[in-house]
Nanobody, 118 residues
């Protein structure tokens, strides 16, 4: 059973930076971390979960939701079974629980809380 564990969330002031990590484990049957796209989503209090970013299997093709373009960078290290989200110029509206998602098996992590506040 593939598992995803996020970390790196914290309380940060507006304008600050954070790097989130998502570590994947439990691959069996010939499936590996590097075989599929990975995604970041976020869910603010009282809001629907929204897509943030996608990184292709080989890490060469990132894509971003408009609210985070130019501020967030998604990447992955397939040797470490890890995906990252570098978040810069954070705003109060970035406050949310951030989740990683593996669409091939529709697997979600439990999330990590990011709070942007002075």
């Amino acid at each position: 059973q593939v598992q995803l564990v996020e970390s790196g969330g914290a309380l940060v002031q507006p304008g600050g930076s954070l790097r989130l990590s998502c570590v994947a484990s439990g691959f069996t049957g010939g499936f590996t971390f590097m075989m599929y796209n990975m995604r970041w989503y976020r869910q603010a209090p009282g809001q629907k979960r929204e897509w943030v970013a996608t990184i292709s299997a080989n890490g060469q093709t990132p894509s971003y939701a408009d609210p985070v373009k130019g501020r967030f960078t998604v990447s992955r290290d397939n040797a470490k079974n890890t995906m990252y989200l570098q978040m810069n110029s954070l705003r109060s509206e970035d406050t949310a629980v951030y989740f990683c998602h593996r669409p091939a098996e529709d697997i979600w992590g439990r999330g990590t809380q990011v709070t942007v506040s002075s």
